[in-house]
């Protein structure tokens, strides 16, 4: 067994022993679970979920085990930022095939159907609370998917390669070094 941490506890920090999933299981209907032991389409609830929670849970697949939303990760988000409370989930998204270098491995903000959390703030507040790493973060709102961080300006010279202005040399240069892997331009 590994002893080495999975990337999640990487970016997003360990499980954080104060928060528990209580009764929330947002992510048992909107995620997709592709696994060899368990599949489920997204936006579907798992076939397992029965009132109060999952109907197997001391046997439950181990993605379900193992597998945290940032509410449970960082400890900078609010606790009202629990996915049912708030209407956002907050996860980090690996793309096989991403269109550019900030696709490739990062957080991704999913503003749930229905979820008011734009307009109540609270998508700010966990923005805020996650724009601070050096991780690409994404914010979808349903219609359209938007990358929150980095700044545009930063985003769009490390994606182009162009040289960097001196005031966002230093910037520029920490995310193609740590993100040039997944560059699609070479």
Avoid at 14 to 40: I, M, N, S, Y
Avoid at 115 to 134: F, K, P, Q, R, T
Wanted: net charge negative; with cysteine.
């Amino acid at each position: 067994m590994s002893t080495e941490p999975d990337l999640e506890t990487v970016l997003l920090g360990p499980v954080l022993a104060d928060r528990e999933c209580g009764d929330c299981v947002v992510c048992c209907t909107v995620l997709t679970v592709d696994t060899p032991d368990f599949k489920k389409a997204a936006g579907i609830p798992c076939e397992h979920l029965v009132p109060g929670g999952c109907g197997i849970h001391q046997v439950r697949p181990h993605i379900c085990r193992t597998w945290f939303c940032a509410w449970r990760r960082v400890a900078s988000m609010p606790d009202a930022a629990r996915p049912d409370r708030c209407g956002l989930l907050v996860s980090v998204n690996f793309v096989r095939e991403p269109r550019n270098c900030f696709e490739g491995v990062s957080i991704n903000v999913r503003k749930l159907a229905g979820s008011d959390a734009i307009e109540s703030g609270m998508a700010d507040i966990v923005l805020d609370s996650l724009c601070e790493g050096l991780v690409p973060v994404w914010f979808s709102d349903g219609s359209k998917k938007m990358l929150m961080h980095p700044a545009d300006e930063v985003a769009r010279l490390v994606i182009s390669g162009d040289p960097a202005p001196p005031h966002l040399s230093d910037e520029v240069a920490i995310w193609r070094k740590h993100y040039g892997v997944f560059s699609t331009n070479g």
